[in-house]
């Protein structure tokens, strides 16, 4: 099973940016499709972004599409989340899994202000 770990979030003003990375463990993480979800304080959690295993393929959340870039280095086992133009409504913990989804990992808090 993979095992990830999240980093990068942080405290941004409005309009700032932000990139997210998600390191896995396992020989098997290139098998993967990937995704980045948040959870918002008192909300459920929700999709934000794919990415196939090749990365040929990404997928976005409406909100966040034109903003918010997925990519990912099969290399360095590791998935990141690029996040422009940052509002104060995408103050959440962000968090990544893999597809079909596996163990959730600790996440990363990021904290937009107005």
């Known amino acids: 099973q993979v095992q990830l770990v999240e980093s990068g979030g942080g405290l941004v003003q409005a309009g700032g940016s932000l990139r997210l990375s998600c390191a896995a463990s396992g020989r098997t993480f290139s098998s993967y499709a990937m995704g980045w979800f948040r959870q918002a304080p008192g909300k459920e959690r929700e999709f934000v972004a794919g990415i196939s295993w090749s990365g040929g393929y990404t997928y976005y959340y409406d909100l966040v599409e034109g903003r918010f870039t997925i990519s990912r280095d099969n290399a360095k086992n590791t998935v990141y989340l690029q996040m422009n133009s940052l509002k104060p409504e995408d103050t959440a913990v962000y968090y990544c899994?893999?597809?079909?989804?596996?163990?959730w990992g600790q996440g990363t808090q990021v904290t937009v202000s107005s």
């Open positions: 899994n893999t597809w079909p989804l596996g163990a």
